[in-house]
């Protein structure tokens, strides 16, 4: 059973800096696409960024210039810079990632579990 393990969200001040990392548990699969979404209260689940296997990126207009994605394809784990954070950053995101089994090239979609990031003073 593959997992996607997130880490690196928390408490941090307007201006400030946050890292997240989302890693794979596999040996079997290869990370194709990887996404970072995330949910404020009362809103619906948005779409932050995406890296995709050749490396292009997007990113939602909010946070274009501030948060960078990033992916380690041998360790198939995913990143997420965040910069110049917001309180209108403040959100549970999350990690979506398309998976290639190397063996039947099929493409699975899983998600982390979800870590809480507060931008506040």
């Known amino acids: 059973q593959v997992q996607l393990v997130e880490s690196g969200g928390g408490l941090v001040q307007p201006g400030g800096s946050l890292r997240l990392s989302c890693a794979a548990s596999?040996?079997?699969?290869?990370?194709?696409?990887m996404n970072w979404y995330r949910q404020a209260p009362g809103k619906q689940r948005e779409l932050v960024a995406r890296v995709t296997n050749s490396g292009n990126t997007n990113y939602a207009d909010s946070v274009k210039g501030r948060f960078t994605i990033s992916r380690d394809n041998a360790e198939n784990t995913g990143f997420l810079q965040m910069n110049s954070l917001k309180p209108e950053d403040t959100a549970v995101y999350y990690c979506n990632a398309i998976l290639t089994n190397i063996g039947t090239m099929r493409q699975y979609s899983y998600w982390g579990q979800g870590t809480q990031v507060t931008v506040s003073s």
């Open positions: 596999t040996s079997t699969f290869r990370m194709t696409t």
